[in-house]
């Protein structure tokens, strides 16, 4: 009676999903009724190990699944930092060479670095010293000061030529005295 009141547990618990009930349940009705089990005996035990085997595998695919993304998000944080590392490098670089050669650069070249140092430090802002984005302020005012064109003259300025000197030498200067 104990033994069919055994077999029935397991076969509710294996049913139910519960893998605790059915994992203890399994051990205990192995320990005792492994030999001379009726057809019926071996089929729920068979029908609970299967259960318990198909939980497992759910379990560790879960788990793989969970191992898979925390490593797809490690890749992405690693990816980002090292980024973030090459884009500082750059920034760090680019100064260094407008510091150096920013005088006598071509306006279109120095232009086209400043326009990646403002992209960059976008980027990487947080990471970039107090000095090095005032340097990054100066150089895009400087490249905006120097882009003005040189032809722009204040509104009202008369745009006559003045008259050179060797004209007022022919100028009649006699006064009738």
């Given at each position: 009676m104990a033994r069919q009141e055994?077999?029935?547990?397991?076969?509710d618990a294996a049913a139910g999903g519960d893998v605790q009930e059915t994992r203890g349940l399994l051990a205990h009705v192995?320990?005792?009724?492994a030999h001379?089990?009726?057809d019926t005996e071996t089929q729920t035990a068979a029908a609970a190990a299967a259960f318990?085997?198909?939980?497992?595998?759910?379990?560790e695919e879960t788990a793989r699944r969970l191992n898979a993304a925390a490593e797809a998000k490690e890749e992405a944080r690693r990816r980002t930092a090292w980024e973030k590392a090459?884009?500082?490098?750059?920034?760090?670089?680019?100064l260094r060479t407008l510091r150096r050669n920013g005088r006598t650069m071509l306006?279109?070249?120095?232009?086209?670095?400043?326009?990646?140092?403002?992209?960059?430090?976008?980027?990487v802002g947080?990471?970039?010293?107090?000095?090095?984005?005032?340097?990054?302020?100066?150089?895009?005012?400087?490249?905006q000061r120097e882009r003005k064109p040189a032809t722009e003259l204040p509104v009202?300025?008369?745009?006559?030529?003045?008259?050179s000197p060797k004209s007022d030498r022919n100028r009649n200067t006699d006064t009738g005295l």
């Amino acid at each position: 009676m104990a033994r069919q009141e055994m077999f029935s547990r397991l076969s509710d618990a294996a049913a139910g999903g519960d893998v605790q009930e059915t994992r203890g349940l399994l051990a205990h009705v192995n320990a005792i009724a492994a030999h001379d089990r009726t057809d019926t005996e071996t089929q729920t035990a068979a029908a609970a190990a299967a259960f318990l085997a198909g939980a497992l595998r759910e379990q560790e695919e879960t788990a793989r699944r969970l191992n898979a993304a925390a490593e797809a998000k490690e890749e992405a944080r690693r990816r980002t930092a090292w980024e973030k590392a090459n884009a500082v490098s750059r920034v760090r670089t680019t100064l260094r060479t407008l510091r150096r050669n920013g005088r006598t650069m071509l306006g279109t070249e120095k232009g086209r670095k400043v326009a990646m140092l403002a992209d960059l430090a976008d980027k990487v802002g947080d990471q970039l010293t107090r000095s090095e984005i005032n340097q990054i302020k100066a150089w895009k005012a400087r490249v905006q000061r120097e882009r003005k064109p040189a032809t722009e003259l204040p509104v009202g300025r008369n745009h006559a030529p003045e008259p050179s000197p060797k004209s007022d030498r022919n100028r009649n200067t006699d006064t009738g005295l």
